[in-house]
Nanobody, 125 residues
Framework: QVQLVESGGGLVQAGGSLRLSCAASGRTFSTYAMGWFRQVPGKEREFVAA????????YYADSVKGRFTISRDNAKNAAYLQMNNLKPEDTAVYYCAANRLRIGVSMTQSGYDDWGQGTQVTVSS
């Protein structure tokens, strides 16, 4: 199991930017695909972005494409989500997740094995 800790959430005005970080424990971070999901109370957790082990392949939800960028630094055991041009509908708890056990990059919750505790992002209008 890998421990994941998100940081970087907060309150921002519409049009602003935030950068979320996900710090991972262990020495095999480069073997995990990573993903970001978000959840609003009363709704299902939804996919935001995912990145392959090397960082060469990325996927995005249509709702964030062109505004969010996922990246990773395997030397620092960290993944990031740069969020630009934020909208009120981006308000949610954001979670990072690690895919340790499966080949490929998943866009579904079932494709991930470990989850962080989440960080709140609030975008005011």
């Amino acid at each position: 199991q890998v421990q994941l800790v998100e940081s970087g959430g907060g309150l921002v005005q519409a049009g602003g930017s935030l950068r979320l970080s996900c710090a991972a424990s262990g020495r095999t971070f480069s073997t995990y695909a990573m993903g970001w999901f978000r959840q609003v109370p009363g709704k299902e957790r939804e996919f935001v972005a995912a990145i392959s082990r090397s960082g060469g392949i990325t996927y995005y939800a249509d709702s964030v494409k062109g505004r969010f960028t996922i990246s990773r630094d395997n030397a620092k055991n960290a993944a990031y989500l740069q969020m630009n041009n934020l909208k009120p509908e981006d308000t949610a708890v954001y979670y990072c997740a690690a895919n340790r056990l499966r080949i490929g990059v998943s866009m579904t919750q079932s494709g991930y094995d470990d989850w962080g505790q989440g960080t709140q992002v609030t975008v005011s209008s």
